[in-house]
C-alpha cells in the first residue's frame, strides 16, 4: 500500500509501535488526533540520531506496558523529502528545544545542498539568526562523521557511545586544534569519558602547551589543575610573551612541559 502521510515528528515512537506489529498508530493530523494506519506512514531519516537496538528495545518496553504517552505527528505529503516538509520537520524541533547544534547543522546543509536555500532565506522560515545556522553548519562540517551522533542532548540514541555534550563542543570550538588533534580528543573522551575537570587540564595542555592528546592525557595525571592555571597565566610568564606571539608561546610551553626549560618557581608537579 503506497503510503499517504510522512512523519513531522515521533519516528522512533512509530518504529518502536511497527515492531510491535501494531496496525495503527495515536497520531496528530491537521490538529486532530486520529489512528493512522502504520502501513500508510512514511519515515524518512530524521534529523534525530537513529535509535540502538537496546534502546529501541527498551522504548518497546514502555510502550507495551504503558502504550503510546505523546502521539507522533503526520501530514499529508507525496514527497516526504521536500523543502516544506524538512522545515516543519525542523521547526517542530526547534520549538520543543529538542535538537543540538550539530543536527541543526546537518538541517542546514541538506536545506542548501538539496533544496538550493539560502542562509538568508533558511533563517527567515526558520526564525533562527542568520549567525547561529552559521555556526552550527560549521560545527556540522568541522565534526569528523563518526562522531556526527555521539554528540549531544540525545546521544544515549545512538549505536555508538555517547560523549558528553559540553565537551564535544567545546573540542569543535576551539580555535588553536588540529582537526587531527579534534579527532584525536573526541576518540579519548568517547573511550574515557573524562571529567569536566580532567578534560580542561587535558584540553589546556593540548590546546594551550601544544602537547599531543596521548602526552596530555600523561601529563594531566602528574599537574594540579591550579598549575595548569599557572602554567598558562600570562601574568607569571610574561617575560617569555614579549615576542613571537601565540607559536612562541606554545613552545615554551611545551619545553616546560618536557623539562627542557625549568619551570616558573610557583609552578609545582605532583
Not at 511497527?18 to 491537521?30: M, S, V, Y
Not at 507525496?78 to 538541517?107: A, C, H, M, W, Y
Not at 549531544?152 to 586544534?177: E, R
Not at 599531543?212 to 602554567?231: H, P, W, Y
Request: hydrophobic letters at 35%.
Amino acid at each position: 500500500m503506497k503510503a499517504k502521510y510522512a512523519i513531522v515528528y515521533g519516528n522512533r515512537r512509530f518504529n518502536a509501535c511497527k515492531k510491535l506489529g501494531w496496525k495503527t498508530i495515536p497520531a496528530l493530523l491537521d490538529g486532530e488526533l486520529v489512528q493512522a494506519k502504520i502501513s500508510e506512514v512514511y519515515t524518512r531519516q530524521n534529523i534525530r540520531s537513529e535509535v540502538n537496538d537496546s534502546e529501541l528495545a527498551e522504548l518497546m518496553q514502555s510502550i507495551k506496558q504503558n502504550g503510546v504517552l505523546q502521539p507522533i505527528k503526520i501530514k499529508p505529503s507525496s514527497n516526504p523529502d521536500d523543502e516544506s516538509f524538512v522545515l516543519e520537520n525542523i521547526t517542530e524541533n526547534l520549538q520543543r528545544k529538542d535538537i543540538t547544534p550539530i543536527e541543526l547543522g546537518k538541517t542546514v546543509k541538506e536545506l542548501k545542498e538539496v533544496h538550493g536555500l539560502t542562509l538568508g532565506e533558511i533563517s527567515v522560515r526558520l526564525g533562527v539568526e542568520e549567525s547561529k545556522l552559521k555556526g552550527s553548519l560549521r560545527l556540522f562540517n568541522d565534526c569528523p562523521e563518526q562522531y556526527k551522533d555521539s554528540i549531544g542532548f540525545n546521544a544515549k540514541f545512538s549505536k555508538s557511545k555517547p560523549i558528553n555534550y559540553t565537551i564535544g563542543l567545546k573540542v569543535l570550538n576551539t580555535q588553536f586544534l588540529s582537526a587531527k588533534k579534534k579527532e584525536n580528543l573526541l576518540e579519548y573522551c568517547q573511550k574515557k569519558s573524562p571529567t569536566m575537570i580532567e578534560f580542561n587540564k587535558i584540553l589546556s595542555l593540548t590546546e594551550r602547551g601544544g602537547l599531543s592528546v596521548k602526552d596530555a592525557v600523561r601529563k594531566a595525571g602528574q599537574i594540579s589543575t591550579v598549575n595548569v592555571n599557572i602554567l598558562f597565566d600570562k601574568k607569571v610568564l610574561e617575560h617569555n610573551m614579549k615576542r613571537g606571539g601565540y607559536k612562541v608561546r606554545q613552545h615554551f610551553f611545551r619545553d616546560i612541559l618536557s623539562g627542557v626549560v625549568p619551570p616558573p618557581k610557583n609552578l609545582v608537579f605532583k
